[in-house]
T-cell receptor, first 111, second 114 residues
């Protein structure tokens, strides 16, 4: 079956670093995505990994290990506006290459 | 990245009526659009994949006669919720996929059925 696991909730302090983990078990794999979603809004794209390793983009970095079925999203220098839900999604390798979504991690950044 | 719009952003309708939601790709010709539904504090649930010029592909458990999808052009897909009921109240989001494989989401439509 298809399964994506990520923690339900996390809290962190402004200015700190937080790592959000995602493990997946899917029948196919054609890339892993991280999205940010604020309450009442649609998701916005953060990062995409298809090869093993770390992708850095400003304060956000994403890591992938395909052999371990594991990814993490690293957020540095946390700001209050980073309080949001972070969604991990795996793209399958079928014809439609649809995304399989995790349930999301709700991150609360405290002052 | 692609710019995606949805209309309306919010709609309230009475039980038994039908509601049409439009999804437009403003700067990109999208051969494939996706329709999602999201209930409060839950993740996105893919409802269907909309292919331009052909019938949509519905996910298991999604009634194709209740959720009508029309993808008549490369920039417009519509989702019609027919005979809406209160349990259809949800956040409906469309997305388009570009040639690089990235998906961009519309701002979503909040449907409330009374």
């Amino acid at each position: 079956g298809q399964n994506i696991d990520q923690p339900t909730e996390m809290t962190a302090t402004e200015g700190a670093i937080v790592q959000i983990n995602c493990t997946y078990q899917t029948s196919g794999f054609n890339g892993l995505f991280w999205y940010q979603q604020h309450a009442g809004e649609a998701p916005t794209f953060l990062s995409y990994n298809v090869l093993d390793g770390l992708e850095e983009k400003g304060r956000f970095s994403s890591f992938l290990s395909r052999s371990k079925g594991y990814s993490y999203l690293l957020l540095k220098e946390l700001q209050m506006k980073d309080s949001a839900s972070y969604l991990c999604a795996v793209r399958d390798d079928g014809n439609n290459r649809k995304l399989i979504w995790g349930l999301g991690t709700s991150l609360a950044v405290n002052p | 990245g692609a710019v995606v719009s949805q209309h309306p952003s919010r709609v309230i309708c009475k039980s038994g009526t039908s509601v049409k939601i439009e999804c437009r790709s403003l700067d990109f010709q999208a051969t494939t659009m996706f329709w999602y539904r999201q209930f409060p504090k839950q993740s996105l649930m893919l409802m269907a994949t909309s292919n331009e010029g052909s019938k949509a592909t519905y996910e298991q458990g999604v009634e194709k006669d209740k959720f009508l999808i029309n993808h008549a052009s490369l920039t417009l897909s519509t989702l019609t919720v027919t005979s809406a009921h209160p349990e259809d109240s949800s956040f409906y989001i469309c997305s388009v996929r570009d040639r690089g494989g990235e998906q961009y989401f519309g701002p979503g439509t909040r449907l409330t059925v009374t």
